[in-house]
């Protein structure tokens, strides 16, 4: 089964309100997680990343929490914009190996900003 | 202007033909991989190569085959062994040194195979 998931496929939303984007996973191991942003039609693109020795860490308008203590990603996102609509993705590095064996991927949360 | 470039964009193929995506990178990354996507998933593992002329099967490698002569380039064939090979195929690359295991992808391939 999947590694990683998340709790609500579909998130809709106010613009100016926060989002919130959760993530599960279940490996222990895991030492690195990254959120993607993904455009209908394109590919993936990195939002921000965290190792599991944080359990914060803040970028542009966006905040990554980790909870290793059960096992659960979130993905805040402040003032959301008409640009924020996308399906979101949290990944992993499932063991220790440095990531060169790819990531493992949840299968995302769309999130959609009503006017 | 450096990147990952996949193409072509849209590709349509009639069942039992093999066909070939293109990846390429000019980003001097050590590491490609391949990803399947399917409407409403997330993303699934292909192949992923971390040196040239060495590659390793990723979780759905059945039906697929890839071949890394150059750094810079990492085609994918799809086979006509593969069942469902209607997909959004995705390429990535990664350095492999730092303190990011971050992937960068390309803009994909929407496959349909009729």
């Known amino acids: 089964g999947e590694s990683v998931g998340l709790h609500l496929p579909t998130l809709s939303v106010q613009e100016g309100d926060n989002s919130i984007i959760n993530c599960a996973y279940s490996?222990?191991?895991?030492?690195?997680f990254i959120w993607y942003k993904q455009e209908s039609g394109k590919g993936p693109q990195f939002i921000i990343d965290?190792?599991?020795?944080?359990d914060k860490r803040q970028g542009q308008r966006v905040t990554v929490l980790l909870n290793k203590t059960v096992k659960h990603l979130s993905l805040q996102i402040a003032a959301t914009q008409p640009g924020d609509s996308a399906v979101y993705f949290c990944?992993?590095?499932?063991?220790?190996?440095?990531?060169?064996?790819?990531?493992?991927f949840g299968k995302g949360t769309h999130l959609i900003i009503q006017p | 202007d450096g990147g990952i470039t996949q193409s072509p964009k849209y590709l349509f193929r009639k069942e039992g033909q093999n066909v070939t995506l293109s990846c390429e990178q000019n980003?001097?990354?050590?590491?490609m991989y391949w990803y399947r996507q399917d409407p409403g998933q997330g993303l699934r593992l292909i192949y992923y190569?971390?040196?040239?002329?060495?590659?390793q099967k990723g979780d759905i490698a059945e039906g697929y085959s890839v071949s890394r002569e150059k750094k810079e380039s990492f085609p994918l064939t799809v086979t006509s062994a593969q069942k469902n090979p209607t997909a959004f195929y995705l390429c990535?690359?990664?350095?492999?040194?730092?303190?990011?295991?971050?992937?960068?992808f390309g803009p994909g391939t929407r496959l349909t195979v009729t």
């Open positions: 980003l001097n990354h050590d590491a």
């Open positions: 990535a690359s990664s350095i492999l040194a730092g303190a990011t295991y971050e992937q960068y």
């Open positions: 190569s971390q040196i040239v002329n060495d590659f």
């Open positions: 490996n222990s191991a895991s030492d690195y």
């Open positions: 990944a992993e590095i499932p063991d220790s190996g440095g990531g060169a064996d790819g990531l493992t």
């Open positions: 965290i190792r599991s020795n944080m």
